[in-house]
């Protein structure tokens, strides 16, 4: 199917929905997600729906609200209490799908309270592919997934994305700081602080795309290989130690392997995976 196709069974879907509330992230999908929804019904008939709570970074939220500002849309901030779970505390492999239960009942219900009954979020097609235990709370709530249904892919959103002059387009992933956590490590809100607090800094050193991963008092950072001489360098390793140690961390390493989306999930079993 090409893709003007995709985008236009997209927009067919939309406007048999009339009113939508879109899960809303500020990353690339839901972004996308959004726009087309403001293109096709509207902006008084979108509703962008974000869950506020420690697992989201500051750096995040401020994104998302700098981008529900340039579509012209409604951000309703949502708090989340997914930290009073203890099947999400527990940080088991299964934790995502009682994150994602949690947060989307909660949105969808807030949503509804606003006259918006239909609540989209930004699964793609390439989401099928993954291990993603989030994909069967969206399914077992009956989470509208528009962008699956077209059977866009990420990198066909990207590229739609740049004809709609999103400034999303070229955004890389930046799932919740909870992913940051080695499975069997609690999560809390301090080790979400410890995460959010050395990836901050890592980033004002100039670093696009990165990962630091919580193995307790042990932090692994992930970068791209063209980036990790920023990190080796002597004035800048000195500051990283300083201030990962100051977090929190007695040990500071650099995966050898660089970044990689879901590296975490290496640590689990088949039988995890199911």
Known sequence: MKLNEKYENLQKTLKALQRLAVA?????????????????????NVLAC?????SLSQHQLHQARQIAELLQIRLLEIPLTELNDPN????????????????????????EQEGFPRLACGSNWDDQNDFRPGSRAIAA??????????????????????????????????????SRIAYGIEITEQNLRQVEQAEDFLRSLGLSEFRVRHHGILARIEVRPAQ?????????RNQIVETFKSLGFRYITLDLQGFRSGSLNEMLNPSERL
């Not at 866009?152 to 909870?178: F, G, H, V, Y």
């Open 24 to 44: 809303f992230s500020g990353g690339v999908d839901s972004t996308f997600l959004a726009a087309a929804a403001v293109q096709t019904l509207g902006r008084r």
């Open 50 to 54: 974000i869950g506020v709570s420690p």
């Open 88 to 111: 999400y505390i527990a940080n088991k492999a299964d934790r995502c799908f009682h994150c994602k239960s949690h947060q989307m009942l909660t949105i969808r219900r807030r949503a």
């Open 141 to 178: 709530l009956n989470i509208l997934t528009p962008l699956r249904d077209a059977q866009l892919t990420k990198e066909e959103i990207r590229l739609l994305s740049r004809q709609m002059n999103l400034p999303t387009a070229d955004l890389p992933a930046s799932p919740c700081l909870a």
């Open 228 to 236: 990790m001489n920023l990190l080796t360098e002597d004035h800048s």
